[in-house]
């Protein structure tokens, strides 16, 4: 009789590359000393029982397309208008989503509010806690607030007895919190390693297409590479959703990465406070709520974060270098865009800032990486440069090229309609985004073509 084949492979913990032996660097992410060995006995399938798994339990023949109906197509509206925006417009039936982000960031907290409204429509939600006791969810969501009776939860991490569960209740709507702690008996490595992950994200999958269960996954993120990236389940999920912020600030930000149903540029802020999260409606006075009046080098800029213009407020300090190498740091945006900006003030204008330390921020721990946001730090860096403050009330944007010109952005409309509605009274933008536009009542737009014509105006 042949013995069960028993293999070990390394898996890359960061991205799930596969390889038979041990290697220092991962070929697939470039990433150092993420290769760990995983036992892999795979269950020997019968023919037959191959034929059915990969059928989902019955036998589908193939559809002509123009008959393909959509009536299951409708959404389940969550009612967090924030979450379900960044999911194309509620939850499709059958998708299979995984919300990722650093541990204790408010992945649990997000998804019991979502079940609590759900639970509220009178949806069938189940919620599946591997990591919480009974008691500690109870304890979560007496902070959210009264729950209705159709919300039921369940503490297990062994994956038949939740896919029994879940084939027994068929509800419309399950959380797993997290994938991490999921085990399936057939694979032999640890909860959280690459291939647990995989398998039960697998069985997840068929449960959600075969069932048109809408299933939620949890998924941590840990740069330590003892527990499987989510990235490695990225491409099985129709849907990716990253959920970030500073931990010490209050707001969150959840984030589109990958949607089979929507745009994945959306974004929904939430702050956390006391009774959980809270939907920020309007991000760019939450943004600009602590910025100071008649400061040199701070200007409020405009970033267009999916379809929505947010107002942020971009702070730069430029002073004389003590050493050898100016100092350059850029918080919340990419430090080499600081560098080449600052090269073409040099260059361009004449400024002598090639001995400064120079430090960019955008207030608020925001990530922002949109090149309309050039023109912002350049007019603070030069603000900051000549302790000259910046008008309070004007808004600037714009991206900014090599040769000093400022060039069009999109969507300059909205971001001047953001401003007017929060009471600023100029928009600095570029010169080709103003001749397209149609005169605008009640703000004044300024045109400009190079980085020179937006000093002078300081
Ligand atoms: P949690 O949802 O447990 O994070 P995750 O599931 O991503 O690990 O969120 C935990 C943090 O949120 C924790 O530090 C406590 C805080 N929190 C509040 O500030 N207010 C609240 O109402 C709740 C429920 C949590
Ligand atoms: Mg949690």
Same mark, same amino acid.
């Given at each position: 009789?042949?013995?069960?084949?028993?293999?070990?492979?390394?898996?890359?913990?960061?991205?799930?590359?596969?390889?038979?032996?041990?290697?220092?660097?991962?070929?697939?992410?470039?990433?150092?000393?993420?290769?760990?060995?995983?036992?892999?006995?795979?269950?020997?399938?019968?023919?037959?029982?191959?034929?059915?798994?990969?059928?989902?339990?019955?036998?589908?023949?193939?559809?002509?397309?123009?008959?393909?109906?959509?009536?299951?197509?409708?959404?389940?509206?969550?009612?967090?208008?924030?979450?379900?925006?960044?999911?194309?417009?509620?939850?499709?039936?059958?998708?299979?989503?995984?919300?990722?982000?650093?541990?204790?960031?408010?992945?649990?907290?997000?998804?019991?509010?979502?079940?609590?409204?759900?639970?509220?429509?009178?949806?069938?939600?189940?919620?599946?806690?591997?990591?919480?006791?009974?008691?500690?969810?109870?304890?979560?969501?007496?902070?959210?607030?009264?729950?209705?009776?159709?919300?039921?939860?369940?503490?297990?991490?062994?994956?038949?007895?939740?896919?029994?569960?879940?084939?027994?209740?068929?509800?419309?709507?399950?959380?797993?919190?997290?994938?991490?702690?999921?085990?399936?008996?057939?694979?032999?490595?640890?909860?959280?390693?690459?291939?647990?992950?995989?398998?039960?994200?697998?069985?997840?999958?068929?449960?959600?297409?075969?069932?048109?269960?809408?299933?939620?996954?949890?998924?941590?993120?840990?740069?330590?590479?003892?527990?499987?990236?989510?990235?490695?389940?990225?491409?099985?999920?129709?849907?990716?959703?990253?959920?970030?912020?500073?931990?010490?600030?209050?707001?969150?930000?959840?984030?589109?990465?990958?949607?089979?149903?929507?745009?994945?540029?959306?974004?929904?802020?939430?702050?956390?406070?006391?009774?959980?999260?809270?939907?920020?409606?309007?991000?760019?006075?939450?943004?600009?709520?602590?910025?100071?009046? *008649?400061? %040199? +080098?701070? #200007?409020?800029?405009? =970033? &267009?974060?999916?379809? @929505?213009?947010?107002?942020?407020?971009?702070?730069?300090?430029?002073?004389?270098?003590?050493?050898?190498?100016?100092?350059?740091?850029?918080?919340?945006?990419?430090?080499?865009?600081?560098?080449?900006?600052?090269?073409?003030?040099?260059?361009?204008?004449?400024?002598?800032?090639?001995?400064?330390?120079?430090?960019?921020?955008?207030?608020?721990?925001?990530?922002?990486?949109?090149?309309?946001?050039?023109?912002?730090?350049?007019?603070?860096?030069?603000?900051?440069?000549?302790?000259?403050?910046?008008?309070?009330?004007?808004?600037?944007?714009?991206?900014? *090229?090599? %040769? +000093?010109? #400022?060039?069009?952005? =999109? &969507?300059?409309?909205? @971001?001047?309609?953001?401003?007017?509605?929060?009471?600023?009274?100029?928009?600095?933008?570029?010169?080709?985004?103003?001749?397209?536009?149609?005169?605008?009542?009640?703000?004044?737009?300024?045109?400009?073509?190079?980085?020179?014509?937006?000093?002078?105006?300081?």
């Amino acid at each position: 009789m042949a013995k069960a084949k028993k293999t070990t492979v390394f898996f890359c913990q960061e991205c799930g590359y596969e390889s038979s032996k041990w290697m220092g660097q991962c070929p697939g992410c470039k990433s150092w000393n993420t290769f760990v060995e995983e036992s892999l006995s795979t269950p020997s399938l019968s023919g037959r029982e191959k034929t059915k798994a990969v059928a989902f339990g019955e036998r589908r023949e193939p559809v002509i397309l123009a008959q393909v109906s959509l009536e299951r197509e409708e959404r389940i509206q969550i009612g967090i208008g924030e979450l379900d925006r960044v999911l194309g417009g509620g939850i499709v039936p059958g998708s299979l989503t995984l919300v990722g982000g650093d541990p204790g960031i408010g992945k649990s907290t997000l998804l019991l509010q979502a079940c609590k409204n759900l639970a509220e429509q009178k949806k069938e939600v189940l919620y599946i806690s591997g990591e919480e006791s009974l008691k500690q969810i109870k304890i979560r969501a007496l902070r959210i607030g009264e729950f209705s009776d159709c919300l039921k939860l369940l503490c297990e991490t062994n994956l038949s007895l939740i896919e029994d569960t879940i084939r027994r209740l068929k509800p419309q709507v399950v959380i797993i919190d997290s994938i991490q702690t999921m085990y399936h008996e057939n694979v032999s490595a640890a909860p959280g390693s690459v291939s647990q992950v995989r398998e039960s994200t697998g069985v997840f999958l068929q449960l959600a297409k075969g069932l048109g269960v809408s299933i939620f996954i949890v998924g941590h993120v840990t740069k330590e590479g003892t527990v499987a990236g989510p990235r490695v389940l990225e491409h099985m999920v129709d849907t990716v959703l990253y959920f970030e912020g500073d931990r010490h600030a209050s707001y969150r930000i959840l984030r589109g990465v990958k949607n089979r149903f929507g745009s994945t540029n959306e974004i929904g802020v939430f702050e956390m406070g006391q009774q959980g999260l809270t939907e920020v409606t309007n991000p760019s006075q939450f943004m600009l709520s602590g910025k100071p009046m *008649g400061a %040199s +080098g701070s #200007v409020v800029a405009c =970033s &267009m974060e999916g379809t @929505r213009p947010m107002l942020i407020e971009v702070q730069a300090l430029v002073c004389s270098s003590n050493f050898g190498i100016p100092r350059r740091q850029a918080t919340g945006t990419d430090l080499n865009r600081l560098n080449l900006l600052m090269a073409v003030l040099e260059k361009r204008v004449g400024l002598q800032i090639s001995g400064q330390d120079a430090y960019v921020n955008i207030a608020g721990g925001m990530r922002l990486q949109e090149p309309a946001l050039d023109l912002g730090i350049v007019m603070a860096i030069v603000s900051s440069y000549k302790n000259r403050p910046i008008e309070d009330r004007v808004v600037v944007f714009g991206e900014v *090229g090599l %040769s +000093g010109e #400022v060039r069009s952005v =999109s &969507m300059a409309e909205q @971001r001047i309609q953001e401003a007017k509605k929060l009471g600023f009274t100029t928009c600095i933008i570029p010169k080709a985004c103003k001749d397209n536009l149609q005169p605008m009542k009640g703000i004044e737009v300024i045109g400009v073509s190079n980085v020179r014509e937006a000093i002078d105006l300081i």
